[in-house]
């Protein structure tokens, strides 16, 4: 397993780096270490704790489903299904994202309705058809755990845990999750023999021909702005009960219009965060880094392999119910299938090693200790 936060390249390594290496595409770069928020500093002791806590179940409503169930390292940190799980009784109604290298997104969720990553594991725990945990029922399970106490008092003081720390030492365990070593940072860090001659091939295809840096952009591969590509809705809904049990839930619950619940037929995206009709249909551009393991692809998992993903931006996308929406930037490429194999390649070398912690051994609940009269 080969994860790591980087030190940022100084101008001295800059100087030092092939004559060649300064040749890169523009627009393009290699990772450098994550933001950290000043208010959730890093520390080895708060990154184990979220690292338990990540695992643990003890953060849901039914002490059964942990980040982990929806964020499995074996499957990319995500789910390798259409649609990501529920919680019992319900599905999901989005395709899980990965959260490799999450740390370096402005905004979470597809559609960015999550300010941070500390937000966004609040969020996950206590919504409806995921965590559906309450706080203070989450604390007092917390509260029963007595390695639990030590390690939220040693970290953040105080006697008792506060789910609002928990979230905190989550996100301080997810932005400890992220790939900088790939063979397209080493590449463009200065490493020619990175790059297979494919991959080159497939990197100035995305760079030109294919325009691809029109949205999968700087250091992260997105430009983080939100887009209708003509996605089709997921086919799930035409036949499976759950899932349109799920959806309409989610149309009712983020404010849709009473038309639009009784005949909407498709995920409104960006639309139930800024409730403009122009946003219906648009989701956030996601980073194409670790995508090698994070199969199917889109906001509803209807692409199944990279493949896929770029025959279907060579046709010019689809068309959905959103289509006046659609992205003017989405239009035919004229791709050969020897250019689709090379830009395939490359999006491959945006993937290193598989990251795959062994998940820790997690702590039971006890009775409190009762105080003495004595």
């Not at 989450?138 to 720390?165: C, H, I, S």
């Amino acid at each position: 397993m080969k994860h790591s936060i980087v030190i940022a390249l100084g101008l001295a390594a800059l100087v030092a780096l092939p004559a060649t290496a300064q040749n890169r595409p523009e627009g393009l770069a290699a990772l450098g270490p994550p933001p950290i928020p000043a208010d959730n500093a890093m520390t080895p002791e708060k990154i184990a704790l979220g690292e338990m806590l990540f695992f643990d179940p003890i953060l849901s409503g039914n002490n059964a489903m942990a980040c982990a169930s929806c964020h499995l390292p074996d499957a990319g940190w995500t789910v390798q299904d259409k649609i990501s799980f529920g919680y019992p009784g319900t599905t999901h109604w989005r395709n899980s994202q990965t959260i490799v290298n999450s740390a370096y997104y402005g905004k979470l969720f597809w559609d960015g309705s999550s300010g941070s990553l500390e937000k966004q594991a609040r969020s996950a725990a206590r919504g409806g058809v995921s965590g559906n945990g309450e706080d203070d029922m989450m604390e007092a399970r917390l509260a029963f755990v007595p390695e639990y106490r030590t390690a939220f008092r040693n970290v953040f003081g105080g006697d008792w845990p506060k789910v609002r720390q928990a979230y905190m030492a989550i996100a301080a365990y997810e932005r400890s999750i992220v790939q900088t070593d790939t063979p397209f940072d080493n590449y463009m860090n200065g490493d020619d023999a990175a790059l297979n001659d494919a991959q080159k091939r497939g990197l100035d295809l995305f760079a030109g021909k294919a325009n691809c840096t029109a949205c999968h952009t700087g250091p992260l591969l997105s430009d983080e702005r939100y887009h209708n590509l003509g996605v089709p809705a997921f086919d799930g809904w035409e036949d499976d009960p759950i899932a349109q049990i799920t959806f309409r839930f989610e149309l009712l619950a983020k404010g849709s219009t009473e038309q639009m619940y009784r005949t909407t037929k498709d995920d409104p995206g960006l639309y139930f965060v800024t409730k403009q009709k122009s946003d219906k249909g648009k989701f956030r551009t996601p980073s194409l880094r670790y995508t090698k393991y994070t199969y199917p692809y889109m906001h509803n998992g209807m692409l199944e392999t990279l493949r896929d993903v770029v025959e279907f931006y060579n046709v010019g996308g689809g068309e959905n119910e959103f289509a006046a929406n659609k992205s003017p930037l989405i239009e035919p490429l004229g791709l050969s299938d020897g250019e689709i194999d090379d830009l395939v390649a490359f999006l491959e070398s945006l993937s290193g090693d598989e990251i795959l912690p062994e998940a820790p051994d997690l702590p039971e609940m006890q009775p409190l200790p009762v105080a003495s009269n004595n």
